[in-house]
């Protein structure tokens, strides 16, 4: 509870279930003795501690025996004499105070709050699998939308020429559980991600507090510049690869990497949607709050960190960790079905014919099988939607088949990002399957795709994913989803 009592010199508020030590100069805060030489100034983060955990207030000169902190922190096993403390009252000047303390010592975030041996129980079973025994951390830029300002300067600076606004970053660092480890910044709108991590490594490394020579740097395409000096610092760099100019697809090796990567890193994407559900930080944040931008970013991640689960969170390891292995293995296997296309023998277009769907004997799949198939869920939610951009007047895809080849359809799909591409796609699989299905990596053979991704074995492309999940399984359902891409194109007015 509190109080606050105004007068016309100061301000005072009283927090009743506190108290205040005073006269602590002589004897230790915490356990009455006497002071001797190896007593030391409490530290402000033990100090914060003390008010937290005991509400007990005491000022920044107390001192502490030293078998009472932990590095710099409270021990958790004491007991504290609160015989000769007063009730708390705090003016203005002592509030602020205290407030900044509490700020600059924020528990669950920051990579002092934590050990190595912490660190280690943070990784998933994927980045185990796929990196080792070593600590992942996963690197990514936000930012926040503010208002001009009447100072040119700082207009420029807070200018992105991407996003057309002003705005200013952070950049984040987490584990691959979606833990925070911190929150960083705030940097100016036209500093790139690389340019932000080489500033850290050179007037600040935080990574090197615990990280190890070999621990591992997810980041994106945008780091691209700075990757030299993360390996000069002992980082094991893990970036999706790029495509060279004039090549329009990936490797398999390239493209299988990169799905290693995208399975891990997907987290970073999912805490900056839970931090920007804080309307504060989502809507344009007006300049007399600017200064605070990101003591608000540290103060929302901190209580993420503190009350939320992870944001990778199982009650079944083993079974994240089956998946885990197979794309493992997987990701060093050839795609027989690409070489088979680029051949030639199955790329001329005279030889493929259009076919009913309901005359394919394709493989029917449960939800739990695609689930496997898929490596969990994410592409289940996007086929079903994707699905439906494509289905033809009778409710179906336009499909082809090779008389030749009868165990291989092909079907042509529009780009999901760009309105002129489209792509071929072939899939292979068992005409001759046996019901129920046992192994769905047994029926569904392979995929090929022209996309820049479809070359990849460790499960498939949005475009082939999206024909599996309708053929196998979302045809054979009682109820057809509602056709929303026509919805709501039909809610447009045409063009004069």
Not at 138 to 165: A, V
Not at 172 to 190: E, H, I, Q, R, T
Not at 373 to 402: C, E, M, W
């Amino acid at each position: 509870m509190m109080n606050a009592s105004n007068s016309t010199s100061d301000f005072e508020i009283q927090l009743e279930e506190y108290l205040f030590m005073k006269d602590c100069h002589h004897r230790c805060c915490i356990c009455g003795v006497i002071l001797t030489s190896s007593s030391v100034v409490i530290p402000s983060s033990a100090r914060i501690d003390l008010l937290v955990d005991h509400h007990l207030y005491v000022n920044y000169d107390t001192r502490v025996c030293d078998k009472h902190l932990c590095k710099n922190r409270l021990s958790t096993n004491i007991s504290i004499n609160k015989k000769t403390c007063d009730p708390l009252s705090l003016d203005g000047g002592n509030l602020k105070s205290l407030i900044l303390d509490l700020i600059s010592n924020i528990r669950e975030l920051g990579v002092q709050h934590l050990s190595r041996s912490e660190a280690l129980k943070h990784q998933t079973p994927y980045t185990k699998t796929f990196f080792g025994d070593n600590v992942a951390l996963i690197l990514d830029g936000t930012y926040f939308y503010i208002h001009k300002s009447q100072h040119h300067q700082y207009n420029r600076d807070t200018y992105s020429g991407k996003k057309k606004r002003h705005l200013v970053k952070t950049l984040s660092v987490l584990f691959p559980d979606g833990y925070a480890v911190d929150c960083l910044g705030p940097f100016p709108a036209n500093a790139n991600d690389a340019k932000i991590t080489e500033s850290i490594l050179q007037l600040n490394n935080t990574f090197q507090y615990w990280c190890e020579d070999g621990d591992v740097a997810i980041v994106d395409r945008a780091f691209r510049d700075v990757i030299e000096s993360l390996e000069e610092n002992g980082f094991d760099v893990r970036m999706p690869s790029f495509l060279p100019p004039k090549q329009k697809q990936l490797t398999t090796k390239e493209a299988n990497s990169t799905r290693l990567i995208t399975k891990n890193r997907w987290v970073v994407e999912a805490y900056h949607a839970q931090l920007k559900d804080w309307s504060l930080l989502s809507e344009r944040i007006h300049n007399s709050l600017i200064p605070n931008i990101h003591d608000y970013a540290r103060i929302t991640t901190a209580a993420l960190n503190a009350f939320r689960k992870p944001i990778f969170f199982t009650d079944d390891p083993s079974e994240h960790q089956q998946i885990a292995k197979l794309m493992l293995e997987l990701s060093t296997t050839k795609n027989n079905l690409q070489k088979l296309i680029e051949k030639g023998t199955l790329n001329t277009r005279s030889k493929w014919k259009d076919i009913d769907s309901s005359l394919i004997r394709f493989p029917t799949l449960t939800k739990d099988q695609l689930l496997y198939l898929f490596f969990r869920s994410y592409q289940i939610k996007q086929s079903s939607v994707y699905a439906q951009q494509h289905l033809g007047p009778d409710g179906d895809f336009i499909l082809q088949t090779n008389a030749n080849h009868p165990h291989i359809l092909r079907c042509r799909l529009h780009s999901q990002f760009s309105r002129k591409d489209e792509y071929f796609c072939w899939i292979e699989f068992d005409p001759n399957y046996t019901i129920p299905v046992e192994d769905p990596f047994d029926t569904i053979k392979s995929s090929f795709c022209r996309c820049r991704a479809g070359g990849r074995t460790i499960g498939h492309c949005g475009h082939a994913a999206a024909l599996i999940y309708h053929l196998s399984y979302a045809r054979h359902q009682d109820t057809i989803p509602l056709k929303q891409s026509n919805y709501f194109h039909d809610l447009l007015l045409p063009p004069v």
